[in-house]
């Protein structure tokens, strides 16, 4: 069975700050790995994925995040926020071999303050 | 682009009524998905159905049912609403395949039990 730890439920941040939101997953098998955003009053939003091939994948908006098998992480990045990226962050993770299902995260609250 | 619409943003019912959540998709796909979200909790899988009238059960199924007549069409039916199933539920859906394909969210809806 797979499990997603997402350490910090809330991450205050200024504008134009770095950011790291951190994500760990458990799974005895091969994984795919997604990070999904929802801003506020709307439903989930895929951000990016992490398949197979390189490590690092980015999003259109900035973001990026590293598959570490060895850590068994997926953490999120940005080097510079926006007031705009204000939105509650959920980690995924899928077996490869049972792809159809998403265990989630608990989420991560990014307030990126002025 | 896919659309996923669940009928009511709000819903307020009470305790002991039968409450029916729909959700509409427009894109053809073969899976739809239910989930409840709730805070520190991230999404759950209440059910998942991959073909017309076929359902398996999520992770927490209890007190809930589902019903999935036409491929477009996926409800969420409380038999007997209680006080612990105020959440926000969310349905997905998504198209099958050999690689991974990601799920479309509705917006959601929020319901409260009296």
């Known amino acids: 069975a797979q499990s997603v730890t997402q350490l910090d439920s809330q991450v205050p941040v200024f504008e134009e700050a770095p950011v790291e939101l951190r994500c760990n997953y458990s799974s005895s098998v091969s994984v795919y790995l997604f990070w999904y955003v929802q801003y506020p009053n709307q439903g989930l939003q895929l951000l990016l994925k992490?398949?197979?091939?390189?490590?690092l994948v980015e999003s259109i908006n900035g973001f990026e995040a590293e598959f570490n098998k060895s850590q068994t992480s997926f953490h999120l990045r940005k080097p510079s926020v926006h007031i705009s990226d204000t939105a509650e962050y959920f980690c995924?993770?899928?077996?490869?071999?049972?792809?159809?299902?998403?265990?989630f995260g608990s989420g991560t609250r990014l307030l990126v303050r002025p | 682009d896919v659309k996923v619409t669940q009928s009511s943003r709000y819903l307020v019912k009470r305790t002991g009524e039968k409450v029916f959540l729909e959700c509409v998709q427009d894109?053809?796909?073969?899976?739809m998905f239910w989930y409840r979200q709730d805070p520190g909790l991230g999404l759950r899988l209440i059910y998942f159905s991959y073909d017309v009238k076929m359902k398996e059960k999520g992770d927490i199924p209890e007190g809930y049912s589902v019903s999935r007549e036409k491929k477009e069409r996926f409800s969420l039916i409380l038999e007997s609403a209680s006080t612990n199933q105020t959440s926000m539920y969310l349905c997905?859906?998504?198209?099958?395949?050999?690689?991974?394909?990601?799920?479309?969210f509705g917006d959601g809806t929020r319901l409260s039990i009296l």
């Open positions: 995924a993770v899928s077996g490869a071999d049972s792809s159809y299902k998403l265990i």
């Open positions: 992490y398949l197979s091939g390189s490590t």
């Open positions: 894109m053809d796909h073969e899976n």
């Open positions: 997905a859906s998504s198209s099958p395949g050999v690689l991974w394909q990601p799920q479309h």
